[in-house]
């Protein structure tokens, strides 16, 4: 009985926090998003045309690393019985890859266009035994360029 | 072509299903899967125990200790006092094998019947007890969970229980340990049919061995008494079910017309106990 309790009240504590946690992060994803929206972010090797004289190249990274809460990782442990989409971990995957993309924007703010963008997942927490931190992690990176 | 910046105005890459309402289908439809496995292996294991002989039973059991963990260790002059009670029952619940017991020092109030024909008394049984009559009856129950293979059938759901768990979740998991828990609920329920099917039986018992059922309900009697103490946890506590049984026992012991006469006092130590009470 006990670790029924115990259970339910990680359960609830995961689902509010985790909930409103995710609220707050993409509230602050759509804000930045539609700031930083007219510095181009392409796959490319090569600039797009440009008018102006290009002053500086620089590398531009950024990295997030997002937890999942109890609530997400139950309900993908239940997700892994039946097979199907992991519902619970969409909104992860999706926050991560934005906010290491805004993040990577931020680093340069006054660059003109970032060129030859790649998106890795790197690796600090892969361990699938019991007890290990479910988090997932995206790196950004590629190549800004200034014109002036 | 001028760079525009737009932002994409839905997102698709979320799924428009809500959670809760996940968590809602997979939990049924989970729980749903578990009940009809347990049922559907349960009745399996109903029907197994039926072919599985003594001697096998025997040859799986030899090994286990149950007592491991209960209690510190046997109390011998004791055991000896039960164990010829019990042998001298023998012939009023013919049983294919010796039924051994052991009494265990242990404050609870309780016996259990384990596989291969073993039954555990924990010390504070017979510290409760007032008459040899009751602690047949105990015993009888005991016998009677052996003579309808229900030691077996406990073991046998418990291990579907466990193997399922494993099957579904591997070793170490939550979602395991979450059915693990209610099921063992309902496990409960499956037993106290059991539970009054082995008190019928008992009756039977204690009257062919005393050639009357006097003393028999005491037992129940006394639980009654002692889990009505606390009285803001009476809705909690087992007592109707203890009044059922008694009143169970009451009305078989009045249609087969048992007689209830005096009864025969227990002593520990138990030289004096297996004086004066009348064979079969």
Known sequence: MPDILIFLVLMLLGYGFGTWAESRHYKSIHERETKLRKLPVIMLKHPLPQPGRLVKVQLAAGNVVISVDYFKRFLASLRNIFGGRVVSYESLVDRARREATLRMKESCPDATQIINVRLETSSISKSSKKGSIGSIEVFAYGTALTYK | ???????????????????????????????????????????????????????????????????????????????????????????????????????????????????????????????????????????????????????????????????????????????????????????????????????????????????????????FEMMKEKSETPAFLKYYSSHPADQKRIDDLKALAQEKQYQENAVVPWQVPASQTETGHPEG
Request: proline share 4%; with cysteine; hydrophobic share 40%.
């Open chain 2, 1 to 219: 072509m001028e760079y525009s910046g737009q932002l994409p105005e839905s997102n698709v890459n979320l799924s428009k299903r809500s959670p809760l309402q996940e968590m809602a289908l997979l939990l049924g439809g989970l729980t749903g899967l578990c009940f009809l496995f347990y049922l559907v292996l349960g009745w399996a294991v109903d029907y197994a125990v039926q072919y599985i002989t003594p001697e096998q039973e025997q040859a799986l059991y030899r090994q286990v200790q149950f007592s491991e963990g209960l209690g510190k260790g046997a109390a011998p002059e004791r055991t000896a006092a039960v164990q010829a009670l019990l042998d001298g029952m023998n012939e009023c619940a013919p049983l294919p094998y010796r039924v051994t017991v052991e009494v265990i020092e242990n404050g609870q109030v309780n016996a259990a019947a384990f596989p291969g024909g073993h039954i555990l008394i924990f010390s504070g049984l017979l510290d409760e007890i007032e008459s040899e009559n009751e602690l047949a009856f105990v015993l009888g129950h005991e016998l009677g969970h052996f003579k309808h293979r229900d030691h077996l059938r406990g073991m046998g759901r418990g291990i579907v229980l466990f193997a399922m768990a494993m099957f579904l979740m591997g070793p170490d998991s939550d979602v395991g340990d979450i059915i693990f828990n209610t099921l063992g609920v309902a496990q409960q329920a499956y037993s106290r049919e059991q539970e009054s099917a082995a008190d019928r039986f008992a009756l039977d018992v204690v009257q062919c061995h005393y050639g009357h059922v006097g003393g028999s309900t005491r037992f």
